[in-house]
């Protein structure tokens, strides 16, 4: 089992920044990818960023690409997402995710087998 445990949400006006965190227990976190999705009221959870065990590679949804930046520290167990030039669209409940890096990095929600609780971002106009 991995624990997931998000924080850094928060109620922003649009063009400010949030950074996120998630910290990870329970299993060799190096073992897992990581990713963000993204939950908007009524509307279905979407991808919006992954990077795979290492920290080497990083995607982005289009949406995001520019302003969204991904990170990890395997030696804290975090993987951070740093969210600049926040639009209202933005708005929406954060989750981080894992998945087992046999599986290569997907955008795919049903891929990822541990999930946090999520972390509610709320970017005013």
């Known amino acids: 089992q991995v624990q997931l445990v998000e924080s850094g949400g928060g109620l922003v006006q649009a063009g400010a920044s949030l950074r996120l965190s998630c910290a990870a227990s329970?299993?060799?976190?190096?073992?897992?990818?990581m990713a963000w999705f993204r939950q908007a009221p009524g509307k279905e959870r979407l991808f919006v960023t992954t990077i795979n065990w290492s920290g080497g590679t990083t995607y982005y949804a289009d949406s995001v690409k520019g302003r969204f930046t991904i990170s990890r520290d395997n030696a804290k167990n975090t993987v951070s997402l740093q969210m600049n030039s926040l639009k209202p669209e933005d708005t929406g409940v954060y989750y981080c995710?894992?998945?087992?890096?046999?599986?290569?990095?997907?955008?795919?929600?049903?891929?990822?087998?541990?999930w946090g609780q999520g972390t509610q971002v709320t970017v005013s106009s």
């Open positions: 329970g299993r060799t976190f190096s073992d897992y990818n």
């Open positions: 995710a894992a998945a087992l890096r046999a599986r290569g990095l997907v955008f795919d929600l049903r891929k990822y087998d541990y």
